[in-house]
């Protein structure tokens, strides 16, 4: 991932999320062609019509399509900075903002 200026990998990312919240994070890939996956998320979170919608965004981000302008100016700050100042106040304020609704990110997210 590179938004900050800095090439970072998912795995490198998550480490970085959990040395900020004092824990072990993992990143898990969820395969969006297994059809295990879209019945899980179907079932539990959406519509078919979100299914392809989510997918087809990943899809786009992922192959190019569509992708941050290369002569976008580097943010002032690192992902460190990022996580710890931005990024673990929003988990915290879920972690203790009571159960919310599951959506797909927070269930592709659990181990």
């Known amino acids: 991932m590179k938004q900050l200026g800095i090439d970072h990998t998912m795995t490198e990312i998550a480490a970085i999320i959990g040395r900020a919240l004092g824990r072990e994070v993992d990143y898990r890939f969820v395969d969006p062609t297994s059809h295990e996956i879209e019945?899980?998320?179907?079932?539990?979170?959406?519509?078919?019509?979100?299914?392809?919608?989510?997918?087809?965004?990943?899809?786009?981000?992922?192959?190019?399509?569509?992708k941050f302008r290369d002569d976008r100016p580097v943010l002032p700050t690192t992902m460190e900075e990022f996580v710890k100042r931005t990024l673990k106040p929003?988990?915290?304020?879920?972690?203790?903002?009571?159960?919310?609704?599951?959506?797909?990110l927070t269930w592709s997210s659990t181990r």
């Open 90 to 104: 929003l988990i915290e304020k879920v972690r203790t903002g009571g159960v919310k609704p599951e959506n797909f």
């Open 39 to 66: 019945t899980v998320f179907r079932e539990r979170l959406g519509t078919l019509d979100r299914w392809v919608y989510d997918k087809n965004t990943a899809a786009a981000l992922n192959d190019g399509r569509v």
